[in-house]
């Protein structure tokens, strides 16, 4: 049994184009599809979270609420009758971790003091010899920083508090799903940041944060997000590649144990171990998120 509640479900409705005879009937298709605990059946289609709207020749849109124009498009060809439900929850779920991931904010604002976070842009990366240079960024009127394609980030991170502590950092590009690491470079590597100490993410001479544009548009929004633990994690459990590549959640509901390692796969899973979590109060994590603009 599980010992903390699940978050909500993406609610999701399955609609039929004109003229179009699916390969699977609507209702055999969204019960197969939506077995997940990340996934529920919409009360209606004005309020599902996601609508999947099956069209001619085996396309499959997926509305995001209100909105007319389809955020992702796929051909899933009918071959065996259990493969298009599959590859359509897969699909699915992907969007359903990824907004969880996005809201996921702790219970507390236990350690919400702790870090000084500065988005800055590198002006010049390091070498073995010399330090970064690094300058204030300009914001877009939305309020989101703002860089230049082809330029480039950087983030200072400071522990406030006398014990050492573990930041990560991720990116979100909502435009595609994806969600890449940031920091740290590898998900082997420590992120232990000590007393006092500062790290400039990106900063070289090895590792850079280049901005780019997806190919075509000339503005895009990507949402970096910071987080901090007394505990460490396994921050690969949050890569995810673009909408419609093969993701392998992960299976194991653990990870190194820490409470936000299990929130985090709480999240992305839909569900958690059979054993408690460490409480909040002895275990807290916080986490911060900054929207950069990227222009062309």
Same mark, same amino acid.
């Given at each position: 049994?599980?010992?903390?509640? %699940?978050?909500?479900?993406? #609610?999701?409705?399955? $609609?039929?184009?004109?003229?179009?005879?699916?390969?699977?009937?609507?209702?055999?298709?969204?019960?197969a599809s939506l077995d997940s605990p990340l996934l529920t059946l919409a009360p209606s289609e004005t309020s599902a979270d996601m609508r999947v709207e099956v069209q001619a020749n085996s396309?499959?849109?997926?509305?995001? #609420?209100?909105?007319?124009?389809?955020?992702?498009?796929?051909?899933?060809?009918?071959?065996?009758?259990?493969?298009?439900? *599959?590859?359509?929850?897969?699909?699915?779920?992907?969007?359903?971790?990824?907004?969880?991931?996005?809201?996921? $904010?702790?219970? @507390?604002?236990?350690?919400?003091?702790?870090?000084?976070?500065?988005?800055?842009?590198?002006?010049?990366?390091?070498?073995?010899? %010399?330090?970064?240079?690094?300058?204030?960024?300009?914001?877009?009127?939305?309020?989101?920083?703002?860089?230049?394609?082809?330029?480039?980030?950087?983030?200072?991170?400071?522990?406030?508090?006398? @014990?050492?502590?573990?930041?990560? $950092?991720?990116?979100?590009?909502? *435009?595609?799903?994806?969600?890449?690491?940031?920091?740290?470079?590898?998900?082997?590597?420590?992120?232990?940041? *000590?007393?006092?100490? %500062?790290?400039?993410?990106?900063?070289?001479?090895?590792?850079?944060?280049?901005?780019?544009?997806?190919?075509?548009?000339?503005?895009?929004?990507?949402?970096?997000?910071?987080?901090?633990?007394?505990?460490?994690?396994?921050?690969?459990?949050?890569?995810?590649?673009?909408?419609?590549?093969?993701?392998?959640?992960?299976?194991?509901?653990?990870? $190194?144990?820490?409470?936000?390692? *299990?929130?985090?796969?709480?999240?992305?899973?839909?569900?958690?171990?059979? %054993?408690?979590?460490?409480?909040?109060?002895?275990?807290?994590?916080?986490?911060? #998120?900054? #929207?950069?603009?990227?222009?062309?």
């Open positions: 049994m599980s010992r903390e509640p %699940t978050l909500p479900g993406l #609610q999701v409705a399955f $609609t039929l184009a004109a003229d179009v005879t699916p390969d699977i009937p609507l209702p055999e298709l969204a019960a396309v499959y849109r997926f509305y995001p #609420q209100g909105q007319a124009v389809a955020m992702a498009a796929f051909r899933i060809p009918f071959k065996r009758s259990q493969a298009v439900p *599959r590859k359509v929850q897969r699909i699915l779920e992907q969007i359903a971790a990824y907004r969880n991931l996005g809201q996921l $904010t702790p219970p @507390t604002d236990a350690l919400s003091n702790a870090l000084k976070v500065e988005f800055l842009q590198l002006v010049s990366p390091a070498t073995r010899q %010399t330090a970064p240079e690094v300058a204030p960024l300009a914001s877009h009127h939305s309020g989101e920083k703002l860089l230049r394609a082809g330029e480039y980030l950087a983030i200072a991170v400071t522990n406030l508090t006398p @014990t050492p502590l573990y930041v990560y $950092t991720i990116v979100m590009e909502g *435009r595609e799903q994806k969600v890449s690491l940031v920091y740290p470079y590898q998900p082997d590597q420590p992120a232990r940041l *000590r007393p006092d100490e %500062t790290l400039l993410m990106g900063a070289g001479p090895k590792y850079l944060i280049q901005m780019a544009l997806p190919e075509g548009e000339t503005s895009s929004s990507d949402l970096f997000k910071l987080w901090v633990s007394g505990s460490s994690i396994q921050p690969g459990v949050m890569i995810m590649p673009p909408l419609g590549q093969r993701l392998d959640p992960p299976s194991d509901p653990y990870g $190194t144990g820490s409470r936000l390692d *299990r929130d985090l796969r709480r999240a992305l899973l839909g569900k958690v171990g059979s %054993t408690a979590f460490p409480p909040f109060v002895s275990d807290p994590w916080w986490t911060e #998120q900054q #929207q950069v603009r990227v222009q062309a």
